[in-house]
């Protein structure tokens, strides 16, 4: 039987021309393997088979132009067994279906609906009500005694439904809703329900001792030697207990078994990390006493930089907001891992610390909505609030730890706070009046800050004298006991349960909240002071306060030299402490990476790029799509390719992606979606590969960061490929991608619809002339402004196969751009692919006069309007010419920078010759360089060049008109070109000055015109 395979709907397009035929007649085929690729002006898409069998007609060739319906193959197709194929049909039909129904119908229970009945609400009788004053006490009570029979009887879940079926009821009446934000401030998890540690407190308390004093002495002893050096000791003191919990019970570290969970270390609180890892025999004292210097190596780092210390930090967070936001991308990105089959499900945690200071950041908090609504629940945040930032407290007036609450409530979070310490457990429980509780949800943070700068008697008077049930419920406690009353952060045991009821939630992220003391333990100048966080010096008395007061065994001498502490190897403290993380798999942090390499595609796979287009018109963007199309055929590195797009797949004709890899999407696809019938339909999919990130830069980048990290953890190479309007990249998201350079990640950014002048309409937001430059500040950072299909081929291919397959710790920034034109074959010159990947290569050559030549170099967009220019100098002036096309002015800057500080630091040995000097020494003329950036990023080469340099750009802001019109406003387009050139070779002396007044009449330029940047 033969079937016929007809051009689907493909949108609103028509005529669209078919670019490649992937199968041949006498070819098998399956359902949806591609059989054509259509490319219109702006997007290419594969045509997958909706019928199988062997090709025996095939009814279209590369060129023609189809539409919808339109014939393109025939197919044998093979015969199946009919009975086969009943068989199937039949065992689908459950055989009782009939029976099977009325008799589910007959068991369910007739329910009693309730019917919510208008009634008229009574008008507001006193206004007591409003101040939350309790008008009618019997009738409270009558409600409360409801409730708890329900509680003691049905328990907490049928209480909840009750307490919201009323709160609906209330509102569908015409009440207003009730606001229910936050919970008191206490405990939301009561002792009665705490998990209690296995651990030896004890022993434990003592670990924590000595990690509070070896981080202390750390800082102490090295702003001693260098006062310049700073540092911190006050957010460690804070957040100790935080993280010794987390590394005794909680954190599995990753080993040959275990995939290990991913901890973001609050930025100043490294001091800690390396305490600790000084006690586990990780670091020595010598080490230590290298912290915050390393210009030579050994040195530990101010802050987490795996740059720094690429064996044993794994995420940057000292730049606050990226940490909390690169760790809810990192959870995400571990369940695509999952749910794409590419990594066991092995329950890993992403565990990050947050400052209450850091949650000011917009980034903080700005994709928490992400995490509740992608059911992260292997994603813990642990907000360290010790009711200070920087300057003073974070929220003096008010309570963050309520603020943050509601904020993560609100957004569908699993919220615990841990507020008060084991000791408050009793006062509460005694406190039947509700007075104390009224109390503490009362205080507001700036005196809580307050009272534990103070003393006890202090905290007695201000805060439990406010009433006199609560002075009543401390009569019989001493100020040392009132003072010794602890807040739940530095609680092991509050702590303890926390991190158990995260560890063990399903289905929704968590978040704990934990009240701490700003340098806790560093008494009078440094403990919930105002001044805490710039402390970095502790004089021999609080030195002494702090051995005190933690039983650090040191003597006084040794207190005075501030001498570090670890006890000796078979201590029982040591022993323990390796012993707790031998049990949790290894020690914490630390970076390793086992991801076998993606061997880089065959060459053959990119040669359709490498030949001439002809007279089809297309923009490096769309080549780059159709490169991308290319390489989801390559089975290495198809599952491993990660497209990330913030809603913009459609601007770059990518949308072809989303019916063939599908856009992940942890539930799959809950409807069928209104375009379901076409080509490029929005394909939803648990297994789907593309990131459809919506308007989010800086998730986007945060994801392309878990993507590019993953060699390391999760031990598997992957390649994400993040496209974007290039304006919207480094300037927008310019501090991640400082972290992606730290961070190491490998892959691709790429910045289309580029230029300054290519982008036409768009306007002063849009309009991109300094990209590059951004991206040339990152050291780690390669990228490269193409013109042509073949340079963008070659310069891919090398970036997977240095990053991915060789394994450098370097990314790829590449610009592409939307204006249409036609391609060249790649010149068959040997030399051409190393020039292209170095930054430079001489492109064309005009040498009919012989007489004066000028040298024209230019990048990206921009390079057309050289060639166009020194085809208008050979033709009407006899100007010769030698054209280059330069695809990164930052590698070659690079490199002259490098040369040149090799030469000068060996006068005596045989000087080195840069690149672009060897492209450029010996030709003939002066230089003039043009791209569609600003001029100096052409003037990055300046140096390095030893002839006349001269460069166009387009320095000032950028604003909506036509390409041309913005080439000329700019003066980077072919006439300005002319006239230019003529003008510095009448400057040079090489020709007479009236060519370039003449062309400057001819071409109408605007020579009083202000400098673009003044307008
Ligand atoms: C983006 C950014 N802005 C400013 C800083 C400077 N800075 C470092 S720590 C800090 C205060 C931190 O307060 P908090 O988050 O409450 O942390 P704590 O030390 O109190 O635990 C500030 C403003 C920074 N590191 N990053
Ligand atoms: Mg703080």
Redesign the pocket.
């Known amino acids: 039987m033969t079937n016929q395979l007809n051009v689907p709907d493909i949108g609103d397009f028509e005529q669209v021309e078919i670019v490649e035929v992937i199968v041949k007649v006498g070819e098998k085929i399956k359902k949806n393997d591609p059989v054509v690729t259509l490319e219109s002006d702006k997007s290419s898409v594969e045509v997958p088979s909706e019928i199988e069998g062997v090709v025996s007609n095939i009814k279209v060739k590369v060129g023609d132009k189809v539409s919808k319906g339109d014939l393109i193959l025939e197919v044998n197709a093979e015969q199946k067994n009919d009975s086969e194929e009943l068989q199937v049909k039949k065992e689908k039909i459950p055989k009782d279906t009939e029976n099977l129904i009325i008799e589910a119908e007959k068991s369910i229970e007739k329910k009693e609906t309730i019917v919510d009945t208008p009634i008229k609400i009574a008008s507001e009788k006193y206004n007591l009500s409003k101040n939350g004053e309790d008008i009618d006490v019997t009738e409270t009570k009558e409600w409360m005694d409801s409730l708890s029979a329900v509680l003691e009887t049905d328990g907490s879940k049928r209480a909840q439904f009750l307490i919201k079926q009323l709160i609906e009821h209330s509102y569908k009446q015409g009440s207003d809703l009730v606001l229910s934000r936050n919970t008191p401030y206490i405990n939301t998890i009561s002792p009665d329900k705490e998990a209690k540690s296995p651990g030896d407190q004890n022993i434990e308390r003592k670990i924590r001792s000595l990690i509070r004093w070896n981080a202390a002495a750390m800082v102490v002893r090295a702003n001693k030697k260098f006062p310049e050096l700073g540092g ?1 000791i ?2 460690f003191a ?2 100790a207990t935080l993280y010794d919990v987390g590394m005794n019970h909680f954190w599995r570290a990753k080993n040959n078994k275990f995939g290990g969970d991913l901890i973001y270390f ?3 609180s490294a001091p800690g990390m390396y305490a600790r890892a000084f006690l586990e025999g990780r670091l020595n004292e010598k080490q230590l006493d290298k912290f915050r210097q390393e210009v030579k190596p050994g040195g530990l780092s101010s802050y987490p930089h795996p740059w720094l210390m690429p064996n044993f930090w794994q995420f940057p967070t ?4 990226i940490g909390p936001m690169l760790a809810i991308y990192q959870a995400r990105f571990m369940k695509y891992l999952i749910n794409r089959g590419l990594i066991k499900d092995q329950n890993r945690k992403v565990w990050a610390f ?5 949650t000011d ?1 917009p980034e903080s908090l700005g994709a928490i909505g992400l995490a509740a609504r992608e059911k992260l629940d292997n994603l813990i945040f642990v907000v ?1 609030c ?1 009711l ?3 300057d003073g407290p ?1 929220r003096g007036n008010g309570k963050i730890i309520q603020e943050l609450e509601g904020i993560f409530r609100g957004s569908g979070w699993n919220v615990i706070k841990v507020i008060w310490g084991s000791y408050w457990d009793q006062l509460l429980a005694k406190d039947k009046t509700g007075h104390l509780v009224k109390l503490m949800n009362e205080t507001v943070d700036g005196e809580y800050q307050a009272y534990k700068a103070r003393n006890g008697l202090y905290v007695r008077e201000k805060f439990f004298g406010k009433y006199p049930e609560t002075k009543e419920l401390v009569s019989a406690l001493s100020d040392k006991d009132i003072w010794r009353l602890n807040r739940g952060g530095h609680d092991p045991h509050k702590v303890y349960a926390a991190y158990d009821q995260a560890s063990k939630n399903v289905g929704s992220p968590t978040v704990i909240i934990a009240k701490t003391i ?1 340098g806790y333990g560093m008494g009078k100048t440094g403990e919930s002071v105002n001044t805490t ?1 710039q402390q970095k010096k502790m004089d021999t008395d609080d030195l002494m306060y702090y051995r005190d007061r933690f039983d650090v065994p040191l003597t006084d001498k040794q207190v005075q030299e501030i001498q570090y502490f670890r006890p000796d190897e078979n201590s029982p403290e040591i022993k323990y402490l390796k012993e707790r993380r031998l049990n949790l798999g290894g020690f914490i942090p630390e970076r390793t990476t086992y991801a076998k390499p993606i061997k880089a595609p065959p060459k053959d796979i990119f040669d359709s790029l490498k030949e001439s287009t002809g007279k089809k018109e297309m923009s490096t963007t769309m080549v780059f799509v159709r490169l991308l199309t290319n390489l989801l055929r390559d089975k290495n590195v198809a599952p491993r390719l990660v497209p990330i797009i913030p809603d913009e797949a459609r601007t770059f004709g990518m949308e072809g992606f989303f019916k063939k890899i599908g856009i992940y999407a942890h539930e799959g696809q809950k409807y069928e979606p209104e375009d379901s019938e076409q080509l490029s339909s929005y394909r939803e999919d648990k297994k789907g590969q593309v990131l459809e990130e919506g308007i989010n830069e800086a998730g986007s980048m945060s994801s392309w960061i878990a993507a590019g990290t993953a060699y390391s953890n999760h031990d598997i190479e992957m390649i994400p490929i993040y496209l974007f309007y290039s304006m919207f990249g480094f300037q927008r998201t310019g501090d991640f991608n400082w972290a992606a350079g730290d961070s190491q990640s490998r892959g691709f950014l790429i910045g289309a619809t580029s230029g300054r002048t290519t982008l036409a309409g768009e306007g002063l937001q849009h309009q991109d002339g300094h990209s590059h430059m951004l991206a040339s500040t990152i050291p780690n950072c390669v990228s490269y402004d193409p013109t042509f299909s073949y340079e963008l081929a070659v310069i891919f291919r090398d970036g997977l196969k240095r990053m991915h397959e060789k394994k450098e710790n370097i990314f790829y920034y590449i610009t592409t751009m939307n204006e249409n034109y036609s391609h060249p074959e790649m010149p068959k010159d040997k030399n051409c692919e190393e020039g292209i990947l170095k930054g430079m290569y001489k492109i064309r050559e005009f040498n009919k006069f012989k007489k004066t030549k000028i040298q024209l170099i230019g990048s990206g967009a921009i390079l057309r309007e050289i060639i166009a220019g020194a085809e208008v100098l050979q033709n009407e002036y006899q100007i010769d010419s030698e054209v280059w096309s330069v695809t990164s002015f930052n590698e070659l800057g690079r490199d002259g920078m490098e040369t040149e500080r090799y030469n000068l630091l060996n006068p005596d040995k045989k000087q080195k010759v840069s690149y672009v000097d060897k492209c450029l020494g010996k030709t003939e003329g002066p230089i003039l360089a043009a791209s569609d950036y600003m001029r100096s990023h052409s003037d990055r080469i300046r140096p390095y060049v030893k002839k006349s340099f001269y460069s166009l750009g387009t320095d000032g802001f950028g604003r909506s008109d036509t390409r041309e019109n913005l080439r000329k406003f700019f003066e980077v387009d072919k006439k300005h070109i002319v006239t230019y050139a003529l003008s510095i070779l009448s400057k040079e002396q090489l020709i007479a000055s009236k060519y370039a007044q003449e062309a400057i009449k001819k071409y109408n330029i605007e020579t009083e015109k202000p400098f673009p940047s003044k307008l």
């Open positions: 911190h006050g957010t804070s957040a609050q930025g100043h000292v730049s606050m907001g947050i400052g209450d200071g850091e950041e360290n010790n200070q930032r920087l974070v700003k966080h």
